[in-house]
């Protein structure tokens, strides 16, 4: 039996079933773990669900972007727990509990990444995979302390995983250090379609800010100051023309009307308990119309380009990752709900644009981290991933 | 994917991790699956509760009665499901899904023992381990058409098993054919204590049959006269001089208070959300009082020394094994338990009395296996077993 706060916990304990990697390559050395929504052969696929599960049986196939990171040398430790579904940003997971945030282990780690975000930050593997529908590889590196990003939409395979919502899944990773995060973005990503200049101009999402709480405006803002030194004086933008609770909204139903159609008909006929909030999510996600998820797209397509316009190919936007700091694990489930939807309004920037977002944890408050992002044009995911680690490099990077 | 009704829901969909076993011995060529609530190195013990596997960590030790197996010559299959924390007959896990019986596809398995009956039932392995606590391998067997045995109390080891009620808890097992079950029993059970003579003594739990529908009294008598053939003339007897209603209450009470000891604290403290039935059992358990267990014991004592006085050392016992075949998979909850309490009348008679019982698969109704069971006094398990499978013989057991 684990211990309480074992940082073993972000594993599911499945027998360790060897996964062949090559020998040499550019990540020969270094281990990684997988989120459980994605196919590793020999092992099921669980996704956060109990029945999922126990119905899986043992997948015969890899998942391309697993495979990928294999044949560039690194070697698999194991499948990590996730939220129910992947339907959560918080990482407690009902069934099977709460993985450790090796950042802050009185704080939730974040989901839906949460055993991805709990193994790298605890220091079980380098890096690992997880996937960002809302804001699930996003909020728990923020949570946890560590890089992580959420790709161009559609960059990385999701071949061989579940489906949460697929006009916004995305298949994103973690590292600790900022090499490593370079390292791995190199051999999953390949070269960028639309890379950024040396020295990309730089955007500050001011509307995003002034969300914050004051106190965590200030634990940004030496770090907002470092970046202006290394890359020029930052033009002020307001992402959201009308504020984002239309953007949230669209956001919300389109994701919705999607989580339906991946599992409403599995949990519609098998009808397994499902924990706190992601029962009361999926209730919300069956009565989505399709007026509603119409009206959603469109407001979608309109808010995309709009920030492809600020964006342009050259510009960088910072924006805080997360409200504040993770809430702490005895937060009762309202006061999750509500970090959440403040969360979304972030959160939702990215995803409704497609454009790659990488967290960078260069910043903390009350003694637990607090990612800041940067937001590149779609397509620029690689530069993105470089020009964070020459970042931390500027402000000098917390230890791993 | 498993499809809905596949019979490989029966076990865990864990990576299959090489357990070895001996090349050559009494069962060699024979396969068996295990109940996870036993230890086997290299895999987790989940014990049907998903926050108990996620915290299970991979177990290192072997259960003794599993090495057993192995060092007979037996291949090890796979782990099989069981209700929640064992604490159920049904055999329909709200967080896992209901294993196929085998025996009859459209109606529960039984349990808790439910995906080794359900293994063995759709011929994935030859044998099984169970734990028979309240009728968890009886009653499974009953529905899916198997030869089960719950030993005498302590007569095959529990070490590296789960705890349901220590007091009741025994290991048990499952075949399909007279045959196999006969050469378990000799491989797992070593010689008797205090065997069986060649042509026991025959008594009748008239007050058991009683308790039945008509119908289902019909359908066992055929056995009872066959059973009767072979051995002689069978004395009636009342084995509760007061009734089932103070036996019934005294087991569970005594297990609830032993499963809130063995669960309670684990349940209190992580909340784990528990599927019908269990919950409401794990509630009824926490108030068990002390003064109440101490009755319950009391009552047992007496009722343990009554039915030792009724069957001395030449004696068997011929009973139903449950009240009638397995409930339907489309049954409500609330059926499902007014069948638990008319079961638990039958079932508590050798739990209280800490004696064997085999159940034998020779009837059926409605196209549904129904077993009836040989009760012995303590210390008889090899004999009942090897009898059973001579009165199989003599009726003409049905197809495997």
């Known amino acids: 039996m684990l211990l309480p706060n074992d ?13 062949g990697n090559a020998a040499s390559g550019p990540l020969a050395g270094l281990t990684f773990a997988v989120k459980d929504l994605f196919d590793v052969a020999g092992y099921p696929t669980g996704g956060g669900s109990p029945l999922v599960l126990a119905a899986s049986g043992i997948k015969t196939d890899t998942a391309p972007v697993v495979r990928t990171l294999l044949d560039a040398g690194a070697r698999f430790v194991g499948k990590t727990h996730t939220d129910e579904f992947a339907f959560s940003l918080n990482g407690r997971n009902a069934h099977f509990g709460t993985p450790l945030n090796g950042g802050a282990p009185d704080r939730i780690p974040g ?19 997880g996937t960002d529908t809302g804001g699930s590889v996003r909020g728990p590196a923020s949570h946890c302390g560590l890089f992580g990003i959420r790709p161009s939409h559609g960059r990385l395979p999701l071949e061989g995983a579940m489906d ?24 999953l990503l390949g070269p960028d379609a639309r890379p950024l200049p040396e020295n990309p101009r730089l955007l500050i999402a001011a509307d995003a ?36 609770e239309p953007l949230q909204w669209a ?4 994701q919705g009307r999607e989580a339906w159609e991946s599992d409403g008909a599995f949990i519609g ?14 209730a919300f996600s069956r009565d989505v119309t399709a007026a509603e ?80 992002s940067l937001v590149g044009p779609s397509g620029s995911d690689g530069s993105l991933v470089r020009l964070a680690a020459r970042v931390a490099s500027a402000i000098g990077e917390p230890p791993a």
Do not use: W
């Open 7 to 19: 940082p073993a916990h972000a594993f599911l304990p499945y027998p360790a079933v060897p996964v």
């Open 111 to 129: 989901g839906s990444s949460s055993g991805s975000a709990s193994a790298v930050s605890n220091g079980l593997c380098d890096l690992a995979l």
């Open 164 to 187: 949460l919502s697929p006009s916004f899944d995305t298949c994103g990773f973690f590292a600790r250090s900022a090499d490593i995060f370079a390292r791995t973005g190199d051999a």
């Open 209 to 244: 800010f002034a969300m914050l709480d004051v106190a965590v405006r200030g634990a940004l803002a030496v770090v907002v100051q470092a970046v202006e030194d290394l890359l020029g004086r930052a033009e002020m933008v307001e992402v959201a023309t009308n504020g984002f």
């Open 251 to 254: 956001f919300r139903r389109i």
């Open 269 to 282: 006929k098998h009808a397994p308990p499902l924990g706190p909030g992601v029962k009361e999510r999926f």
């Open 293 to 372: 998820a119409t009206d959603g797209r469109r407001c979608r397509d309109e808010f995309a380009g709009r920030l492809a316009s600020i964006l342009r190919e050259d510009a960088v936007l910072v924006l805080p990752t997360m409200p504040d700091v993770a809430p702490l694990l005895t937060d009762p489930e309202n006061a999750l709900a509500a970090y959440r939807d403040r969360a979304i309004d972030l959160l939702c920037i990215a995803g409704l644009g497609g454009t790659p977002q990488v967290s960078m944890p260069l910043a903390s408050r009350l003694g637990a981290p607090l990612g800041i």
